[in-house]
């Protein structure tokens, strides 16, 4: 089955901790975003990438990092940085800008 | 002014009827369009998306009218199935031209 995964599915930060979410697609697919989802708001874009071994921010990047190593894998770091990390993070892919997207199941952190 | 605005609803319909929602852009120059749904604590999962002559999916159908900047969803014949929240999608002002989401409309189907 082509798809994407997302995986944890509940995450849980301690206060000063690094956190990475999983990221991983089958589709074949070039450019690869991380959304994240407040509660009564759009889709903020943290960063995205559009080939192997390159990556952009987006509208919110700071306090995240990424990688993007293999063509498959996106992976998000929330570092200690981001102050109010609690959210719902989705990951998506696509064939490139202005077309549609596919997004994973989600990952939800919440801080402890 | 925010560059995609949805009223946020709730929509309330009773099962069986029509239902209409838009959602209104500022970038004159956008170039793509989607309505997703969005199911309680789930992914968004893409619904259709809007051509310039208007499309129609079954019982939705989907419009777009530049000269005043807005996109519309029609939902014939509701399902309760059909309660979810619409996002719309737009392209965006920036140079990457990358999809911005609105807020999305919460509909609510009743039996």
């Known amino acids: 089955d082509g798809g994407i995964t997302q995986s944890p599915k509940y995450l849980f930060r301690k206060e000063g901790q690094n956190v990475t979410l999983s990221c991983e697609q089958n589709?074949?697919?070039?450019?690869m975003y991380w959304y994240r989802q407040d509660p009564g708001q759009g889709l903020r874009l943290i960063y995205y990438?559009?080939?192997?071994?390159?990556?952009q921010k987006g509208d919110i990047a700071e306090g995240y990092s990424v990688s993007r190593e293999k063509k498959e894998s996106f992976p998000l770091t929330v570092t200690s940085a981001q102050k109010n990390p609690t959210a719902f993070y989705l990951c998506?892919?696509?064939?490139?800008?202005?077309?549609?997207?596919?997004f994973g199941p989600g990952t939800r952190l919440l801080v402890l | 002014r925010k560059e995609v605005e949805q009223d946020p609803g709730p929509f309330n319909v009773p099962e069986g009827a029509t239902v209409a929602f838009n959602c209104t852009y500022s970038?004159?120059?956008?170039?793509?369009f989607f309505w997703y749904r969005q199911d309680c604590r789930k992914e968004p999962k893409l619904l259709m998306s809007?051509?310039?002559?208007?499309n129609e999916d079954g019982r939705f159908t989907a419009q777009l009218n530049r000269a005043s900047q807005y996109i519309s969803l029609l939902i014939r014949d509701s399902k309760l199935s059909d309660s979810a929240t619409y996002l719309c999608?737009?392209?965006?002002?920036?140079?990457?031209?990358?999809?911005?989401w609105g807020a999305g409309t919460k509909l609510i189907i009743k039996p």
């Open positions: 998506a892919s696509g064939m490139g800008h202005q077309e549609t997207q596919y």
């Open positions: 589709l074949n697919h070039d450019a």
């Open positions: 990438s559009q080939i192997v071994n390159d990556f």
């Open positions: 970038n004159s120059a956008s170039q793509s």
């Open positions: 809007v051509y310039s002559s208007g």
């Open positions: 999608v737009v392209t965006g002002m920036d140079s990457n031209y990358q999809l911005i």
